[in-house]
């Protein structure tokens, strides 16, 4: 009778034990190139290689204003990115939404009212935005453009330190005409380039300039979207 109660209760703990593992981790969201149209010579390709993180960034499209045209001239970007992979493996239904969510947390800061050229005040600003998401994601990196026009993926904070010097490959219009368009962005061949080989810029929020302007001053206009970093 014992040896048969030991029994019962040794199946039992290991039952236990097993109900009480974690579930698999699900797998990250398909990328979502279906919303815009990609069949021109300047689309967005499928994917090659591993999808190594999916990032939310928020900060600024930057323009000057060309006097002689009266309309604005793309100088660059300067965002933080969030590492958005884990939220949206669990939370698959928030695709479409989270780059707004995060546009409207960043806009609600008055430091989002004055951006500048400044990363570690433009991050500190990002960062409260951040913080008052639901959950809170981690800092991946920062996304920037060089003296000479290089878009410029630093992720400093995942293992490794993945970057990436970059060139642009394909582009379409979001499906917003008031969003930055789609972008896909491969390695541009330097030797500084590791881990990550290519990154689609989709779910675009903001970042578009005014129709026109005066002088030559510059503006930074508000943006969010998701990176989509592959290698």
Known sequence: MAAFCLSLLTASSLLSIAHSRPAPPNSPPAI???????TTTSGLPSPTGSLKFIAVQIGTQNYTCNSTTG??????????????????TKNPNTLD??????????TDEPCSKAPSDDVQA??????????KFTHPLPVLGEHYFTSTGTPTFDLYAAPGHPFMY??????????SAD??????????GSTS???ISSVYRIETVGG????????????????????????
């Open 32 to 38: 979502p190139l279906y919303e815009v149209a990609t």
């Open 71 to 88: 309309t604005y001239t793309a100088k660059g970007a300067l965002a933080q990115a969030f590492d958005a992979t884990a939220y949206l």
């Open 97 to 106: 939404s989270l780059s707004k969510t995060y546009l409207d947390l960043y």
């Open 122 to 131: 433009d991050d500190r600003c990002e960062d409260r935005a951040n913080s």
């Open 166 to 175: 970059a060139a642009k490959k394909g582009d379409v219009h979001a499906p």
């Open 179 to 188: 969003d930055v368009d789609w972008l896909y962005l491969v390695g541009n």
């Open 193 to 195: 380039n590791r881990i």
């Open 208 to 231: 578009v300039a005014p129709s026109s302007c005066s002088g030559t001053g510059s503006i930074y206009v508000p943006y969010a979207g998701q990176y989509w970093f592959y290698g």
